[in-house]
């Protein structure tokens, strides 16, 4: 079978629908002429009708009105011999005339008087008696022209014009000579009426007049009395035809303008004529009636065929519509569609099928074996092509579905695909064909693969996730319930100040970059790194049995702390991170992975950042966060209640080891608590707002004891550490100048100490409120650095006049070539600069020595003083100036003097 394209069957399809259109058309063209030819029929039927119900009823009362004027002709034609015999040639007396004129009406029953007149002589007799007198109208009556021959008269009254009569009259001469007779029959126009409408009072369906040649009324079916001896509406017309013709039809209007339509006969025997006629709008109201429902019909049937050429035309739509919806499908469904037949040769099939057999036409595909591109599989008992494929066919052939997977490489291009193919059996042309449809899964099983990497893997780092290392070690618990091991939560800090410096593809190239040291370092040590999320890691022991080489835990992280300190090359700024380590044991601390990994968490989150830091696991750390919310509570108080109090650190020249100035170190002696070290309240103020007001109390605290020192002669200069959230508060540099102000103390001799990844929030911000604090006159130390960004461009951009080397380098001088360099580049870079620079936790002599080595000017650290408080500190100062004092006298007086 084959298929239509589209264009032609679109083309069919709009040649169809005009066809269709113009059928319609035409049948209902047909409808309106059978409509048409239908309602001309009826009304040439109804008229054809009408007009010869009105010829009957015509000539019907013509035999009426002629049997009346017969009955009154006969009488006087009695009378008229009964005067013409030969008499004695006297006048007949009164009571002759009565016998006479009884005699002569005795079977007269249509005459109402019949009479007698001549010259003044008048005898007039009904059927009754004689009258006395006849009416006065009958002496006024004027005999006919020529004798013998009967004449209507006008129609008279009588009775107060009661009764209406109509005058017959004829004219005899008379055998004596005494005049000629005029005799007349009065005939009430009464007895004209059809005998059905006597005792009528209904309308009759036709109406029906008698006239007088002239067309005078004598009588009319719906005319009053008064009508009678006028000329009506008709009379003319019917004078007119019926002086040419004995009988015939008119039409013509009535007074008010309605059209009348009938037929006339004029009496061959007497001056009279009759018409019946109706009125135009009963004889066709019946045919208007049918005509009006014949239109409707015609307009239903219309209504009713553009209804089902609409809905055969959308019906035709919808075959259009399925068919190419059914092509459509065929051909650019994604699966691939092959119709084959039961031998196996293909018939036809879809792109989708065709690119699965590698060709590029699908006619060099029709008709070939299916098994040429879509190889049986090879049966591992045999070694031959398996029989499962004729199997199949049988089995679909017998009216069976079969859905199966199938894998194959391709013959034409070697590749593998995976397919999900579905065979089945229908009839085309009669004839039981085989439809296989066949969805290729070789993109979903690689995207499903794909996607469970992606389910358990972190897609930065590629290290297993947190759903990846939980199922780890539930896995690693239920192999060996209750076997101990320690797992290592690993949080990279300050990792916010490197997204806020470099942004954040730069933050995931450091997070990738450290990451992939870590793990590298882990997994040659059985170690297996996962991460749990953001810059949070974690590290699980090897799995029981492992074979290679070990390490416990606490040289585990020692191992990653010294990989994390390894600086990251980022442009002309060298990045180094800090580790928060924390560890939780099984089942010591927690009996399930998910409960492990949070005591490990928890544990890193109570670590302090500095190098080597690491924490193990409490039952205490679970009130934590209460702990935290009410020890932020009690700080806001002891800023008020007056428990916070200064230490001061003294800083030393090096060469001299004169005072240089001191530190300010914030202590807090708790009511119930004792002394709080400030790496537990520091972090909390700078969490919340009360970082402000405890810094303005640091500063304000330090400055009544400048002015205190000032005062006594012994002025010193004091550094303050400030916050990064500071430098952010607008009010901040103008609180410090009027503190200086109002205290009355030098701005030269107060010191700002600024850590390095305060510069990184808003650095431009930042700037402006650090040349503001140096317009002033105040020193400002750059702190910790080499902890963060070592970068020239950011020490020169600011206007620092001091460096501070931090402990950590300090501290592993002279056992680490890197920190010893570190240091060395900071002097180095110092100089360069200008600025001062000062080496903390200075510790014992050989540090000392070594940093004099270096040119570093100012030392401070526990091989000078600890911090001290009050009169501990100035205990301090008085004794080492006293010392220092000797040591001069002694080196003046000595020889070499």
């Known amino acids: 079978?084959?298929?239509?394209?589209?264009?032609?069957?679109?083309?069919?399809?709009?040649?169809?629908?005009?066809?269709?259109?113009?059928?319609?058309?035409l049948l209902a063209l047909c409808f309106a002429g059978v409509t048409a030819f239908s309602i001309a029929q009826d009304h040439y039927i109804t008229r054809r009708i009408a007009q010869d119900t009105s010829y009957q009823i015509t000539e019907n009362l013509r035999q009426l009105t002629d049997s009346v004027l017969e009955q009154a002709a006969y009488s006087l034609a009695g009378l008229a011999e009964a005067l013409a015999e030969p008499g004695e040639g006297a006048t007949p007396s009164a009571p002759a005339w009565t016998r006479l004129l009884h005699t002569?009406?005795?079977?007269?029953?249509?005459?109402?008087?019949?009479?007698?007149?001549?010259?003044?002589?008048?005898?007039?007799?009904?059927?009754?008696?004689?009258?006395?007198?006849?009416?006065?109208?009958?002496?006024?009556?004027?005999?006919?022209?020529?004798?013998?021959?009967?004449r209507l008269g006008a129609p008279i009254s009588l009775d107060g014009g009661q009764t209406h009569v109509l005058p017959v009259l004829l004219r005899v001469v008379g055998a004596q000579p005494h005049g000629d007779y005029l005799l007349g029959a009065l005939i009430p126009l009464q007895s004209l009426r059809p005998p059905s409408l006597l005792s009528s009072t209904t309308q009759a369906p036709l109406e029906q007049a008698a006239y007088l040649p002239s067309g005078r009324v004598l009588m009319h079916t719906w005319g009053s009395d008064r009508a009678v001896g006028q000329m009506a509406p008709e009379s003319a017309l019917l004078a007119e035809l019926a002086g040419s013709a004995p009988t015939g039809s008119f039409a013509v209007q009535d007074a008010d303008g309605q059209g009348l339509s009938g037929t006339f006969r004029r009496s061959d025997r007497y001056p009279l004529l009759v018409a019946s006629m109706q009125a135009d709008a009963v004889v066709l109201g019946p045919w208007l009636q049918r005509s009006l429902t014949k239109v409707v019909l015609l307009l239903l049937s219309w209504l009713a065929l553009g209804l089902g050429v609409r809905a055969l035309s959308r019906m035709l739509r919808a075959l259009a519509t399925s068919e190419s919806v059914y092509r459509r499908l065929f051909e650019d469904v994604a699966d691939g569609v092959i119709v084959h037949s039961p031998r196996g040769r293909i018939l036809s099939l879809n792109a989708a099928a065709l690119r699965l057999t590698g060709l590029t036409q699908a006619e060099d595909a029709v008709g070939r074996p299916l098994s040429d591109f879509f190889p049986h599989p090879i049966d591992p008992a045999t070694g031959q092509p398996s029989t499962l494929p004729q199997s199949r066919i049988a089995?679909?052939?017998?009216?069976?579905?079969?859905?199966?997977?199938?894998?194959?490489?391709?013959?034409?291009?070697?590749?593998?695909?995976?397919?999900?193919?579905?065979?089945?059996?229908?009839?085309?042309?009669?004839?039981?064909?085989?439809l296989c449809l066949v969805r290729d899964l070789s993109e979903e099983r690689r995207h499903s693969r794909q996607q469970e990497y992606l389910a358990n893997h972190d897609p930065l780092t590629g290290l297993p996730n947190r759903h990846s290392l939980l199922r780890l070690l539930d896995e690693r618990i239920e192999q060996a319930p209750g076997q101990p091991f320690e797992l290592v939560f690993?949080?990279?800090?300050?990792?916010?100040?490197?997204?806020?410096?470099?942004?954040?593809?730069?933050?995931?190239?450091?997070?990738?970059?450290s990451a992939r040291r870590i793990e590298r370092q882990l997994s040659a040590h059985g170690w297996t790194l996962a991460r749990a999320g953001g810059t949070d890691f974690a590290a699980a022991p090897p799995l029981p049995g492992y074979e290679g080489p070990a390490l416990p835990t606490e040289a585990i992280c020692d191992l990653m702390v010294r990989v994390v300190r390894e600086p990251i090359v980022m442009g002309d700024t060298s990045v180094e991170l800090h580790v928060k380590l924390g560890s939780a044991d099984y089942p010591g601390d927690a009996l399930d992975a998910g409960q492990l990994l949070r005591c490990a968490d928890m544990a890193a989150t109570r670590a302090r950042t500095v190098v080597g830091s690491q924490v193990r696991y409490s039952k205490s750390f679970e009130n934590a966060p209460g702990h935290d919310l009410k020890m932020r509570s009690e700080l806001s108080a002891a800023i008020r209640d007056g428990q916070l109090q200064l230490?001061?650190?003294?800083?030393?020249?090096?060469?001299?080891?004169?005072?240089?100035?001191?530190?300010?170190?914030?202590?807090?002696?708790?009511?119930?608590?004792?002394?709080?070290?400030?790496?537990?309240?520091?972090?909390?103020?700078?969490?919340?707002?009360?970082?402000?007001?405890?810094?303005?109390?640091?500063?304000?605290?330090?400055?009544?004891?400048?002015?205190?020192?000032?005062?006594?002669?012994?002025?010193?200069?004091?550094?303050?550490?400030?916050?990064?959230?500071?430098?952010?508060?607008?009010?901040?540099?103008?609180?410090?100048?009027?503190?200086?102000?109002r205290k009355n103390v030098p701005a030269e001799l107060l010191e700002l100490e600024v850590t390095e990844s305060a510069l990184a929030a808003n650095p431009e911000i930042v700037l402006r409120r650090l040349q503001d604090l140096r317009a002033a006159g105040l020193s400002l130390a750059l702190d910790d650095f080499g902890t963060g960004f070592s970068s020239l461009s950011y020490v020169s951009q600011f206007p620092f006049t001091t460096i501070k080397i931090?402990?950590?380098?300090?501290?592993?001088?002279?056992?680490?070539?890197?920190?010893?360099?570190?240091?060395?580049?900071?002097?180095?870079?110092?100089?360069?600069?200008?600025?001062?620079?000062?080496?903390?936790?200075?510790?014992?002599?050989?540090?000392?020595?070594?940093?004099?080595?270096?040119?570093?000017?100012?030392?401070?650290?526990?091989?000078?003083?600890?911090?001290?408080?009050?009169?501990?500190?100035?205990?301090?100062?008085?004794?080492?100036?006293?010392?220092?004092e000797a040591a001069r006298k002694q080196a003046l007086g000595s020889p070499l003097r």
């Open 104 to 150: 002569a009406m005795r079977y007269d029953t249509s005459t109402q008087v019949l009479f007698v007149r001549r010259a003044d002589e008048l005898v007039a007799v009904d059927h009754r008696h004689r009258l006395r007198e006849g009416p006065s109208e009958l002496s006024q009556l004027s005999p006919p022209e020529v004798a013998g021959q009967l």
């Open 490 to 513: 690993v949080n990279l800090a300050r990792f916010k100040e490197v997204n806020e410096a470099f942004g954040h593809r730069a933050a995931d190239m450091v997070l990738e970059i």
């Open 395 to 434: 089995r679909a052939l017998a009216g069976e579905h079969l859905r199966f997977e199938y894998s194959f490489d391709a013959p034409r291009t070697q590749q593998h695909f995976d397919c999900d193919m579905r065979l089945s059996t229908f009839l085309l042309g009669g004839e039981p064909q085989l």
């Open 806 to 884: 931090d402990r950590s380098f300090v501290s592993a001088l002279l056992r680490s070539p890197r920190d010893r360099h570190v240091a060395e580049s900071t002097i180095a870079l110092g100089r360069k600069l200008g600025l001062r620079t000062v080496a903390e936790g200075v510790e014992d002599d050989a540090t000392a020595s070594a940093l004099m080595a270096l040119e570093c000017d100012i030392g401070q650290g526990y091989l000078f003083a600890r911090p001290l408080m009050g009169q501990a500190f100035e205990h301090w100062r008085s004794t080492h100036e006293a010392k220092l």
């Open 647 to 741: 230490a001061w650190q003294p800083k030393l020249w090096l060469e001299s080891r004169e005072i240089e100035g001191v530190e300010a170190l914030l202590r807090w002696h708790h009511p119930r608590l004792g002394w709080v070290p400030p790496s537990e309240f520091i972090p909390l103020a700078e969490s919340t707002e009360l970082i402000y007001p405890l810094t303005r109390w640091v500063i304000s605290a330090a400055l009544d004891q400048m002015a205190q020192w000032q005062a006594q002669g012994q002025p010193l200069k004091v550094a303050v550490n400030i916050s990064a959230n500071n430098l952010q508060d607008p009010d901040f540099t103008d609180h410090v100048k009027d503190l200086l102000r």
């Open 1 to 25: 079978m084959q298929l239509l394209s589209a264009a032609e069957s679109y083309l069919l399809g709009r040649r169809f629908g005009r066809l269709l259109v113009w059928a319609a058309a």
